[in-house]
T-cell receptor, first 112, second 114 residues
C-alpha cells in the first residue's frame, strides 16, 4: 500500500532527547525526508537520507534508517520548546519524480 | 534567494464556485508539486509539473487541475467547489524533481469552502 506510518504524539521535557519514528512500505524508496510544520506555516525541510545510507547527523538531528525493517527515526538532541511542532516523514519512491508520500505527522510537545 | 511563494494566503469561497491558486517556485527550480493537507487525510499529492508538462498525478477528481507556465510558475484550479475541498494547499518546488533534488515548500493557501 501507500501508507507511511508515524505515531501521532510525543511529549518530552526540555533538554531531553526526542525520538520520532516512522515506518514505510516500499522497499524501493530512494530518498526519505523529515519535515517540520509549525502552526499556520508550510513545511520546513529538516533533513533527508538516501536509501544507501544507514545514518546521517546534522547538528542536533540524527536520522537512522533500517532498510530491512523499513524503519526511519529522527532523534533531536537537547530538545527545546522551539522544537514543538508537527514532524512529517516522507518517502520518494522513484528518482524520476518529485512526488512525496507523507506520514500523518507526529506532534511533538516540549514541556519546560 | 527568495523562497516559494503562494498567493493568496487565505481564500473563502462558497460551494459550486471555482478557485485558482498560484505558486511561484524558487528561482531556477523547474519542478512544482501541489499537495492538499486536511486534518482527516493528511498530506496528499495532487500533481507535479515539470517544463510545463504534468509529470505525475494523484488520486483526485478531474475538478482539480493545474498548469505550469514557461517561467515555471504554476497554478492549480478547483472547479465546482465542495465543502470537503476546504484545506491547506501547499506547493513545493525543486530543481528538477529528480535524483538528489529536495523539495522546498511554500507557506500554503488556506481555502475555506462555505
Amino acid at each position: 500500500g501507500e501508507d507511511v506510518e508515524q505515531s501521532l504524539f510525543l511529549s518530552v521535557r526540555e533538554g531531553d532527547s526526542s525520538v520520532i519514528n516512522c515506518t514505510y512500505t516500499d522497499s524501493s524508496s530512494t530518498y526519505l525526508y523529515w519535515y517540520k510544520q509549525e502552526p499556520g506555516a508550510g513545511l520546513q525541510l529538516l533533513t533527508y537520507i538516501f536509501s544507501n545510507m544507514d545514518m546521517k547527523q546534522d547538528q542536533r538531528l540524527t536520522v537512522l534508517l533500517n532498510k530491512k525493517d523499513k524503519h526511519l527515526s529522527l532523534r533531536i538532541a537537547d530538545t527545546q520548546t522551539g522544537d514543538s511542532a508537527i514532524y512529517f516523514c516522507a518517502e520518494r519512491r522513484s528518482s524520476n519524480t518529485g512526488k512525496l508520500i507523507f506520514g500523518q505527522g507526529t506532534t511533538l510537545q516540549v514541556k519546560p | 534567494k527568495a523562497g516559494v511563494t503562494q498567493t493568496p494566503r487565505y481564500l473563502i469561497k462558497t460551494r459550486g464556485q471555482q478557485v485558482t491558486l498560484s505558486c511561484s517556485p524558487i528561482s531556477g527550480h523547474r519542478s512544482v508539486s501541489w499537495y492538499q493537507q486536511t486534518p482527516g487525510q493528511g498530506l496528499q499529492f495532487l500533481f507535479e509539473y515539470f517544463s510545463e508538462t504534468q509529470r505525475n498525478k494523484g488520486n483526485f477528481p478531474g475538478r482539480f487541475s493545474g498548469r505550469q507556465f514557461s517561467n515555471s510558475r504554476s497554478e492549480m484550479n478547483v472547479s465546482t467547489l465542495e465543502l470537503g475541498d476546504s484545506a491547506l494547499y501547499l506547493c513545493a518546488s525543486s530543481l528538477e524533481g529528480q535524483g538528489t533534488d529536495t523539495q522546498y515548500f511554500g507557506p500554503g493557501t488556506r481555502l475555506t469552502v462555505l
